[in-house]
């Protein structure tokens, strides 16, 4: 596994962002249980932008409406939707469980129960 490093004064630079503290957290799980919006619509375009931006919360907004795109089109949900969906959910799992202290297929139960 490669490591690297990256000046002090070149981390606001590098994309990189604190992690997410429990009330974030708190957060999270609370937009996960928030319906979707009755007039949103599947934009992949926006999707990507909203992913490139690396902020958890947005990414929630993300996940739900990829799961609504799931539903809605049950077999044709493509397999790289499909990817991305599993992606999300590792990553929002894997940096919940590191704030929480708890295990990581825990939290990815909880966050597939409240989609």
């Known amino acids: 596994m490669a490591t690297f490093s990256i000046p002090v004064e070149n981390i606001s630079k590098s994309g990189l962002r604190h992690l997410i503290d429990p009330e974030e957290v708190d957060e999270i799980y609370k937009l996960l249980k928030k319906p979707l919006d009755s007039n949103t619509t599947f934009d992949f375009k926006t999707i990507k932008e909203i992913l490139y931006l690396n902020d958890p919360l947005k990414t929630v907004y993300v996940l739900k409406q990829l799961c609504a795109n799931k539903v809605a089109t049950a077999e ?11 992606k999300i959910i590792h990553h929002l799992s894997a940096e919940i469980a590191f704030v929480t202290k708890k295990k990581t297929e825990s939290i990815e139960k909880k966050i597939l129960s409240l989609l």
């Open 76 to 86: 044709k949900f493509s397999a790289n939707y499909q990817d991305i969906t599993n």
